[in-house]
């Protein structure tokens, strides 16, 4: 039987997300996504427009079918969390369900248990400020929505996996290596994010037989990332692509699928006991201190 799967974290063609969701269908996967409300009604449109349809095109010629796609805010991990405000909000009107709790029970719901779950989320409101800059609430919420949801998602859908199963997130060099720009404590976020990795897989391996690991990727020009500044000549993004392309060992641009293959290998049997790692999928750019 095919594996099932759930993302968390897509909502168009461009981000790694959606890679690992093409790689683990042209494995034979079942695929289900967790997208973000504010962005939920543009995604469906697109998907309906046909605007993605070249990018879902998997190796057999078929196009990847995305089973189900839930509303899903990880910042809310019940409903009791979710407050008015955000309730009367029109990018959220009509929706229920969308804390972590809620969607891993809708899942439970549809699929019983499910085999694979993939945290590709991130959000730092300030994440523009140098970390001297940012404020308390910002440096919270860019933990809350890019680290504790980690947490929370394998604490919700840790009962509703499969042992064997496994678990995998996304994380930046940033945690490690000063990377001037990538502010508002999303490095500090990446960090716990990174540690948590392993205490998770401590726990979650015990408690449910499963695996969690952490992708440290290269730069790719998603949405998030071109979000994150503009600059004067260049993005934050731009500098970051052309600054590996030009110092990574492997001299070659980094593409979305080079991280859902190598995701797809991690999420496989084949990696059945590896758990607590960091991977770096960056053309070989966290090994290099200088070039000549
Ligand atoms: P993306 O824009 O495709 O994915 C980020 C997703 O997070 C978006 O779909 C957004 O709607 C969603 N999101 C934000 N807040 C949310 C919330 N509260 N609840 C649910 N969803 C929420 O961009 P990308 O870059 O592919 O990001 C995926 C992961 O990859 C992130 O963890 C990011 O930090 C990581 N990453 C990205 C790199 C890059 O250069 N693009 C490099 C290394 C890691």
Known sequence: KGKTVFVAGVADSTGYGWAICKALANAGATITVGTWPPVLGIFQKSLASGKFDEDMILNDGSKMVIEKIYPLDAVFDTSDDVPADVLANKRYAGLDGFSIEEVAKKVEGDYGKIDILVHSLANGPEVQKPLLETSRAGYLAAASASSYSLVSLVSKFGPIMNPGGSVLSLTYIASEKVI?????????????????????AYEAGRKYGITVNTISAGPLKSRAASAISKGEKKSFIEVGIDYCRAN????????????????ACLLSPFFGAVTGVTLYVDNGMHAVGMVQ
């Open 248 to 263: 990574a060992p492997l001299e070659k641009d980094l593409y979305s699928d080079d991280v859902g293959s190598a995701a």
């Open 180 to 200: 001037p720009g990538y502010g508002g404590g999303m490095s500090s976020a990446k960090a716990a994010l990174e540690s948590d990795t392993r205490v998770l």
